[in-house]
């Protein structure tokens, strides 16, 4: 069994590096918790600032988890990561905004996580799950700091037209 040379191995920890730095994830301690990555197959380019996983992918740290057959993650020139794509026929993303939050799941058979905006796309049979509240489309755009979500049912990438629909959880009133 050939050994794979350690630069590129090297160069995968150095990427995976700004994933734990900056405001990537909402709760403080996922900056500084360990990455976990599960695939059956990575093809990194560094000088173009992507890593590639295939097969089953897993990533995880802290309370964000993101899965699809096929992860991309790019990087800028300075090292950041501004970009994760998922892709698959159902690829996931969740995450805990803050500690007295609720999770925020999402899913669709592509989800971009657009760092630096903290914005996600979930692109073809979209659907997001924010407490007891459900979000369902074509396409559906999430701002993790502002909590705002914009649906459509028709977008680039979404087969199909796909209705949006959601149901709203009343908020519930203290008894007098």
């Known amino acids: 069994m050939m050994r794979p040379p350690l630069a590129p191995l090297l160069a995968l ?28 197959r990575l093809d990194l380019d560094d000088r173009a ?23 991309e993650i790019r990087r800028n020139t300075a090292g950041q990561l501004t970009q994760a794509t998922a892709i698959g026929e159902r690829a996931y993303i969740e995450q805990k905004p803050a500690p007295d939050e609720p999770l925020v799941r999402g899913w669709g058979r592509t989800v971009v ?30 701002f993790l700091d502002r909590r705002v979500v914009q649906a459509r049912s028709a977008a680039e990438g979404v087969e199909d037209r796909q209705r949006v629909r959601m149901t709203l959880e009343p908020e519930q009133q203290d008894a007098p």
């Open 13 to 40: 920890s150095l990427a995976a590096l700004p994933l734990a730095s900056g405001p990537v994830l909402a709760l403080e301690g996922d900056a500084s918790a360990p990455i976990q990555v599960e695939a059956d």
């Open 49 to 71: 600032g992507t890593a590639v996983y295939r097969g089953a992918v897993m990533i995880t740290q802290g309370s964000m988890q993101l899965t699809g057959e096929r992860v």
């Open 113 to 142: 996580y657009h760092v630096a905006e903290r914005r996600i796309e979930l692109i073809d049979q979209a659907e997001l799950h924010q407490g007891g509240d459900t979000f369902d489309g074509g396409y559906l755009e999430y």
